[in-house]
């Protein structure tokens, strides 16, 4: 496979549930992220990873936690979530977390969850 | 803080017609790049050109062209000759230090 992929495509869980998303890319680059896009907000950085160190956690609440065991995966584990957490969850990689931002992302297709 | 805005939520357009988005952002820093991706139906966001803020030669790929302002902090995107297939939501991104703000989106429409 190329480029980012992203699992599962599509998740429907209960608030009780404990779910996994799994991204993975194999583009050999040393940053990965997690974005929130909601029907009616702008695309929203959750998590940020370089090599394999989390270096940005925009006050997410805790029922998301990240894992990046590597850097070529990267994991967003859900517990506990809302119906507002409804969403598309798209993970994103690049070549490097640059201190100038200036590498492009290259973005997986997204999971589209809805919590019941 | 940093912010984007890109005013227009959807455009319409007939096949052929030339359109723009506009985007302008905010930010008190002096180095920071911006960015255009493309949202296709698929989901996935791809990546279209990226400019640092002290390079505002304007960019032209094909059909696409860039026009980058720092005098009014906006960075538009013209589609020319559109087609069906630029049908899509564009967003206009800001990054510095790692982190990248996006604007909400234009929602394009192509009709044939």
């Known amino acids: 496979e190329t480029g980012v992929t992203q699992t599962p495509r599509h998740l429907v869980m209960g608030m009780t549930n404990k779910k996994s998303l799994k991204c993975e890319q194999h583009l050999g680059h040393n940053a990965m992220y997690w974005y929130k896009q909601s029907a009616k907000k702008p695309l929203e950085l959750m998590f940020v990873?370089?090599?394999?160190?989390?270096?940005e956690n925009n006050s997410v609440p805790s029922r998301f936690s990240p894992e990046c065991p590597n850097s070529s995966h990267l994991f967003l584990h859900l517990h506990t979530l809302q119906p507002e957490d409804s969403a598309l969850y798209l993970c994103?990689?690049?070549?490097?977390?640059?201190?100038?931002?200036?590498?492009?992302?290259?973005f997986g297709p997204g999971t589209r969850l809805t919590v019941l | 803080a940093q912010k984007v805005t890109q005013a227009q939520t959807e455009i319409s357009v007939v096949e052929k017609e030339d359109v723009t988005l506009d985007c302008v952002y905010e930010?008190?820093?002096?180095?920071?790049?911006l960015f255009w991706y493309k949202q296709p139906p698929s989901g996935e966001l791809v990546f279209l050109i990226r400019r640092n803020s002290f390079d505002e030669q304007n960019e032209i790929s094909g059909r696409y062209s860039w026009n980058f302002q720092k005098s009014t902090s906006s960075f538009n995107f013209t589609i020319t000759a559109s087609q069906v297939v630029d049908s899509a939501v564009y967003f206009c991104a800001l990054s510095l230090w790692g982190k990248s703000t996006f604007g909400d989106g234009t929602t394009l429409t192509v009709k044939p």
């Open positions: 994103a990689s690049s070549q490097v977390w640059a201190g100038e931002g200036g590498d492009e992302q290259f």
């Open positions: 990873y370089s090599l394999e160190e989390r270096v």
């Open positions: 930010t008190r820093d002096t180095t920071y790049y």
